[in-house]
């Protein structure tokens, strides 16, 4: 604006503007604006925003973040289906680093950030990088325990079938109590007893907590497929006990027909 009729142009004051030159008087910003950096037009404020379908500026949203201006970008756990939305999704864990682009932390991607990225697994409710030889160890061994149990179960002529497996049960009931502690409480356990929990998923039969599923078919699955496999994953084991049992029974009498 002219400063006393003189040729030198000064910027307008502060929440005031003016878009032509060699005027005089500075307009006043509309309400929840201020001039911008070059005092020609006027931008919102901070915490406030302004998208075309709107002509002044709004209220910043929940979980936006908006430094004036324009723009509004995604607050730290929440997540957008792009730059351009205004509406805001809290995100179910921690994985939600927000930004303009609402990004991911590493290993995580897709809606919410709830999916896990190629290369990765779903593990005790985080998604953490496949390692297929630990998976495949962790499987082996659990395999090898039950089928070694239900042999010495079955091949055991003095043993009280009926006073082990009251015993087996109660020492089940307890693990199962104590695994699932971690995930109803939130509490600073300390490392070792995370480190211990992290074995206990299979006495609750929670087959993807041992190993992720994504991991094991080398691709992610979705939530249907998943599903269908914990439905039918009781039937599968039936099946596999009626083979090892099958089995015990076949060795028994072949090897009773060479006994003399």
């Known amino acids: 604006a002219d400063v006393g009729g003189s ?76 730059a351009n939305s205004t509406d805001f999704y809290l995100c179910p864990g921690d994985s939600c680093i927000g930004g303009l682009e609402s990004e991911c932390e590493e290993g995580y991607t897709g809606p919410l950030c709830a999916v896990c990225a190629p290369g990765w697994g779903q593990k005790s409710n985080e998604c953490t990088r496949c390692n297929t030889g630990s998976i495949a160890l962790a499987w082996l061994i659990f395999i090898g325990i039950f089928i070694g149990f239900v042999i010495l179960l079955f091949r055991t002529p003095n043993i009280n079938s009926q006073v082990v497996l009251s015993k087996v049960k109660i020492l089940i009931s307890f693990l199962q109590i104590i695994s699932l502690t971690s995930n109803e409480y939130s509490t600073p356990w300390p490392s070792e007893f995370k480190n211990f929990l992290n074995f206990l998923p299979f006495v609750n039969m929670d087959v993807l907590r041992m190993g992720s599923l994504d991991c094991v078919v ?42 003399p």
């Open 218 to 259: 080398g691709k992610h699955l979705d939530f249907y497929t998943t599903y269908l496999f914990q439905v039918l994953l009781p039937l599968i084991l039936c099946v596999f006990i009626c083979i090892v049992f099958g089995l015990w029974i076949f060795l028994n009498k072949r090897q009773s027909r060479f006994i």
């Open 7 to 82: 040729s030198e142009c000064l910027k307008c004051p502060s929440l005031t503007y003016t878009n032509q030159t060699g005027q005089s008087v500075c307009k006043n910003c509309p309400v929840n604006t201020r001039n911008s950096n070059d005092s020609i037009s006027c931008v919102c404020e901070e915490n406030y925003y302004i998208t075309p379908e709107f002509d002044r500026c709004q209220p910043c949203k929940a979980g936006g973040v908006c430094l004036g201006g324009g723009a509004i970008i995604t607050s730290y756990g929440y997540w957008r289906s792009d």
